[in-house]
């Protein structure tokens, strides 16, 4: 045998020349040796036949290869691997076949790096590999893209389509769920049935797409998953979801309207989405002619009547939120007259002590045929128990502070509804007269406020659980869904839900949304019940004045300035006992615990008010309660030295509230920033 030796042109890899080193024979079965071995030999070193005698096959060029195997729209495996002729390797195996010099140039000119393991795509991730990263790779010439039952994937182009439909209703099923109706959420795309927990899912989880069975996805943005997240969500608060069925409470008219913006709703539920829109948006309400009234209800009162005389059709409750002065109490009045056409019921009034007279006076005024009862005593002093007082009543009303004390009394009537005025007093469910006022029986319940709320969102869910109680029924969960994410985080849509939620229960008018319905001036007398201990005081003056001024009467003209430094006392003592005797200083005034009210109120809602009397001392405590209050004031009386400072201190905006003597302010002062005026005075007695 001849023994070729031969130069390399570069060096023999370590693996060889171990080989060659051993001495021992180096044995090639042949029929691998052109087939396997040579090609082994030829990713070391260049080989060739001097004699032509052995054929030394072309170097074979690898080229990558990507298996998908779809198991479903969602769901695919893929491998990699590397074809050498007719053979394929894994790309994640270790062979002889393998040139990993070759490959990694292959690689290296791809666009991207590939993951060679095997793996799973799943979920939206499918929709990213089938439009995104199978395009790039089937456009390289050594990239080969092999799929098995690959689906149809395509953009839905028609809008998602949502149908509600009212699930059989329990009549087994026990009290408390008695509130709550069943709908069946079914959506589909293009004639595709879509689950509604793939939707809610997608949109929990910010997917972009979401795909259905067939390959048909449709983009998660839409309008109408919005809605319907909102919707579930909204109703989830309360009571979870169960697979394809929400529930909804009957009362939440709030989410029925949406559920109407949002689909089809079948004619089961129809009736109460068709309440929730009127009361929402105040249109094709039942519009019945107020009857028992002598006043003319101006446009925006009646709108309110006919919103109020809904609400106790269907006994729902509601919050009357009207600005102060646009006749809340008038619309009342005109519910109640409305309502005896079908009741005897009486309605239960509750307001603050000072209000209680001015009840009585505008329905003498307004509904004259209503028979008004006040309760402003303890049953001892009254002689008579509160069932006694509403058998011969349309209307009775009381006090928060009776109310509280004799809860047990008030509990004890059949209402036909209760009537919650200056509801600031409930505000606080956790007080006595929040548990007194829940306690009363009533299938309707209205509360009249100008400012539902001042501080915090919770004081209106105390509200709300007086006229709506299934609503949000527990403060707590309130307080989670509502009050953390609005006051806390600024969440502007968790807001914007909570509102459209109560807006069939809420009712406000400004004075500037209603300005076309007012005339140029409004003027009002309030009627304010003094307290027990403030009319003891003024009453027993008064006996004493009186026979004193009956004498003096006989000789006017040489008895004026004492008859009139009399009446000026009775107007001071009229306005708060201390202006009189300094002894007095803790009777309170009922005037100014009701001014206060009224200021905090309209204040809160950007309105501007000017403040007479012609007792200084008077408006230096109204200034002291003001202040104390919270409430910006200026101040002008006759020993004010920088008059047009203060007067511009009003005139910019800088404080709500101008409290002026009429004796400095009567006469040459133009203010028309304020929106309200407050007199004082009594003029007489």
Same mark, same amino acid.
């Given at each position: 045998?001849?023994?070729?030796?031969?130069?390399?042109?570069?060096?023999?890899?370590?693996?060889?020349?171990?080989?060659?080193?051993?001495?021992?024979?180096?044995?090639? +079965?042949?029929?691998?040796?052109?087939?396997?071995?040579?090609?082994?030999?030829?990713?070391?070193?260049?080989?060739?036949?001097?004699?032509?005698?052995?054929?030394?096959?072309?170097?074979?060029? $690898?080229?990558?290869?990507?298996?998908?195997?779809?198991?479903?729209?969602?769901?695919?495996?893929?491998?990699?691997?590397?074809?050498?002729?007719?053979?394929?390797?894994?790309?994640?195996?270790?062979?002889?076949?393998?040139?990993?010099?070759?490959?990694?140039?292959?690689?290296?000119?791809?666009?991207?790096? $590939?993951?060679?393991?095997?793996?799973?795509?799943?979920?939206?991730?499918?929709? @990213?590999?089938?439009?995104?990263?199978?395009?790039?790779?089937?456009?390289?010439?050594?990239?080969?893209?092999?799929?098995?039952?690959?689906?149809?994937?395509?953009?839905?182009?028609?809008? $998602?389509?949502?149908?509600?439909?009212?699930?059989?209703?329990?009549?087994?099923?026990?009290?408390?769920?008695?509130?709550?109706?069943?709908?069946?959420?079914?959506?589909?795309?293009?004639?595709?049935?879509?689950?509604?927990?793939?939707?809610?899912?997608?949109?929990?989880?910010?997917?972009?797409?979401?795909?259905?069975?067939?390959?048909?996805?449709?983009?998660?943005?839409? +309008?109408?998953?919005?809605?319907?997240?909102?919707?579930?969500?909204? %109703?989830?608060?309360?009571?979870? *979801?169960?697979?394809?069925?929400?529930?909804?409470?009957?009362?939440?008219?709030?989410?029925?309207?949406?559920? %109407?913006?949002?689909?089809?709703?079948?004619?089961?539920?129809?009736?109460?989405?068709?309440?929730?829109?009127?009361?929402?948006?105040?249109?094709?309400?039942?519009?019945?002619?107020?009857?028992?009234?002598?006043?003319?209800?101006?446009?925006?009162?009646?709108?309110?009547?006919? =919103?109020?005389?809904?609400?106790?059709? *269907?006994?729902?409750?509601?919050? &009357? /939120?009207?600005?102060?002065?646009?006749?809340?109490? !008038?619309?009342?009045?005109?519910?109640? /007259?409305?309502?005896?056409?079908?009741?005897?019921?009486?309605?239960?009034?509750?307001?603050?002590?000072?209000?209680?007279?001015?009840?009585?006076?505008?329905?003498?005024?307004?509904?004259?045929?209503?028979?008004?009862?006040?309760?402003?005593?303890?049953?001892?002093?009254?002689?008579?128990?509160?069932?006694?007082?509403?058998?011969?009543?349309?209307?009775?009303?009381?006090?928060?502070?009776?109310?509280? !004390?004799?809860?047990?009394?008030? %509990?004890?009537?059949?209402?036909?509804?209760?009537?919650?005025?200056?509801?600031?007093?409930?505000?606080?469910?956790?007080?006595?007269?929040?548990?007194?006022?829940?306690?009363?029986?009533?299938?309707?319940?209205?509360?009249?406020?100008?400012? +539902?709320?001042?501080?915090?969102?919770?004081?209106? =869910?105390? &509200?709300?659980?007086?006229?709506?109680?299934?609503?949000?029924? *527990?403060?707590?969960?309130?307080?989670?869904?509502?009050?953390?994410?609005?006051?806390?985080?600024?969440?502007?849509? /968790?807001?914007?839900?909570?509102?459209?939620?109560?807006?069939?229960?809420?009712?406000?008018?400004?004075?500037?949304?209603?300005?076309?319905?007012?005339?140029?001036?409004?003027?009002?007398?309030?009627?304010?019940?003094?307290?027990?201990?403030?009319?003891?005081?003024?009453?027993? @003056?008064?006996?004493?004045?009186?026979?004193?001024?009956?004498?003096?009467?006989?000789?006017?003209?040489?008895?004026?300035?004492?008859?009139?430094?009399?009446?000026?006392?009775?107007?001071? &003592?009229?306005?708060?006992?201390?202006?009189?005797?300094?002894?007095?200083?803790?009777?309170?005034?009922?005037?100014?615990?009701?001014?206060?009210?009224?200021?905090?109120?309209?204040?809160?809602?950007?309105?501007?008010?000017?403040?007479?009397?012609?007792?200084?001392?008077?408006?230096?405590?109204?200034?002291?309660?003001?202040?104390?209050?919270?409430?910006?004031? /200026?101040?002008?009386?006759?020993?004010?030295?920088?008059?047009?400072?203060?007067?511009?201190?009003?005139?910019?905006?800088?404080?709500?509230?101008?409290?002026?003597?009429?004796?400095?302010?009567?006469?040459?002062?133009?203010?028309?920033?304020?929106?309200?005026?407050?007199?004082?005075?009594?003029?007489?007695?």
């Amino acid at each position: 045998d001849d023994l070729v030796l031969a130069p390399l042109a570069r060096r023999l890899p370590a693996g060889p020349l171990r080989s060659l080193r051993t001495g021992e024979p180096v044995s090639i +079965p042949a029929s691998v040796a052109v087939s396997d071995q040579l090609r082994r030999l030829q990713r070391l070193v260049p080989v060739t036949s001097r004699d032509d005698s052995v054929l030394v096959p072309e170097p074979v060029q $690898p080229r990558l290869r990507l298996t998908v195997a779809w198991t479903s729209s969602q769901e695919a495996s893929l491998s990699w691997s590397w074809m050498y002729g007719e053979s394929t390797v894994r790309a994640d195996e270790a062979h002889p076949l393998r040139d990993t010099r070759l490959e990694k140039e292959i690689l290296d000119r791809l666009p991207q790096q $590939p993951d060679v393991a095997t793996r799973t795509v799943s979920g939206v991730d499918v929709l @990213h590999l089938a439009l995104l990263e199978l395009p790039v790779w089937r456009a390289h010439d050594e990239v080969e893209v092999v799929e098995t039952d690959p689906p149809d994937f395509r953009e839905a182009q028609e809008e $998602p389509h949502v149908t509600f439909e009212l699930s059989d209703v329990d009549e087994q099923a026990a009290p408390e769920h008695n509130d709550w109706l069943d709908l069946d959420v079914v959506i589909t795309v293009e004639g595709e049935r879509v689950p509604l927990a793939e939707v809610l899912a997608a949109l929990t989880l910010d997917h972009e797409h979401l795909i259905l069975p067939s390959g048909l996805f449709v983009r998660t943005d839409r +309008p109408e998953f919005a809605q319907l997240y909102d919707i579930v969500r909204a %109703a989830a608060e309360l009571e979870a *979801h169960d697979g394809e069925r929400v529930r909804v409470g009957r009362a939440d008219l709030g989410l029925w309207a949406q559920l %109407a913006d949002l689909g089809i709703v079948d004619a089961q539920a129809n009736e109460w989405v068709s309440r929730a829109q009127a009361l929402r948006d105040l249109t094709d309400l039942p519009r019945p002619e107020p009857t028992g009234i002598t006043s003319n209800l101006r446009g925006y009162q009646l709108e309110g009547f006919h =919103w109020l005389a809904f609400l106790w059709q *269907h006994q729902l409750g509601g919050i &009357l /939120a009207d600005d102060m002065g646009l006749g809340k109490t !008038l619309q009342v009045l005109t519910l109640i /007259a409305h309502t005896r056409t079908t009741t005897d019921a009486p309605f239960l009034v509750v307001a603050p002590t000072s209000v209680v007279t001015a009840w009585q006076s505008e329905a003498a005024r307004h509904a004259p045929g209503l028979r008004i009862r006040t309760i402003t005593a303890s049953q001892a002093r009254r002689g008579e128990t509160v069932s006694e007082v509403a058998q011969s009543a349309d209307v009775v009303v009381t006090t928060y502070t009776l109310l509280r !004390l004799e809860s047990d009394d008030y %509990a004890s009537v059949d209402w036909g509804g209760v009537v919650l005025d200056e509801a600031q007093v409930v505000k606080n469910h956790q007080s006595k007269a929040y548990a007194a006022a829940r306690m009363v029986p009533a299938p309707f319940r209205l509360v009249v406020t100008g400012t +539902p709320f001042e501080n915090r969102l919770l004081e209106l =869910w105390s &509200l709300l659980s007086l006229v709506a109680p299934g609503l949000y029924p *527990h403060p707590r969960a309130f307080t989670e869904h509502v009050v953390r994410p609005v006051e806390k985080l600024g969440d502007d849509a /968790a807001l914007r839900r909570f509102t459209q939620r109560i807006k069939p229960f809420l009712l406000r008018r400004t004075k500037e949304v209603v300005a076309d319905d007012l005339p140029p001036k409004q003027e009002q007398v309030l009627q304010i019940e003094l307290g027990t201990r403030h009319r003891k005081i003024y009453d027993t @003056h008064l006996a004493k004045e009186r026979q004193r001024i009956l004498g003096l009467v006989e000789d006017f003209d040489r008895n004026r300035v004492a008859i009139l430094a009399a009446l000026t006392t009775l107007r001071q &003592l009229a306005l708060d006992p201390a202006l009189t005797d300094p002894d007095h200083e803790r009777v309170g005034s009922a005037k100014l615990d009701r001014l206060a009210d009224h200021l905090a109120e309209i204040t809160a809602e950007g309105h501007r008010a000017l403040v007479f009397s012609s007792f200084t001392g008077f408006l230096r405590r109204v200034r002291d309660r003001l202040d104390a209050a919270g409430i910006p004031t /200026a101040y002008l009386d006759g020993t004010t030295r920088r008059r047009a400072d203060v007067i511009e201190e009003f005139r910019t905006g800088k404080v709500p509230a101008f409290l002026i003597s009429l004796k400095a302010g009567g006469v040459g002062l133009t203010l028309t920033e304020a929106d309200y005026v407050f007199v004082l005075d009594p003029w007489w007695n």
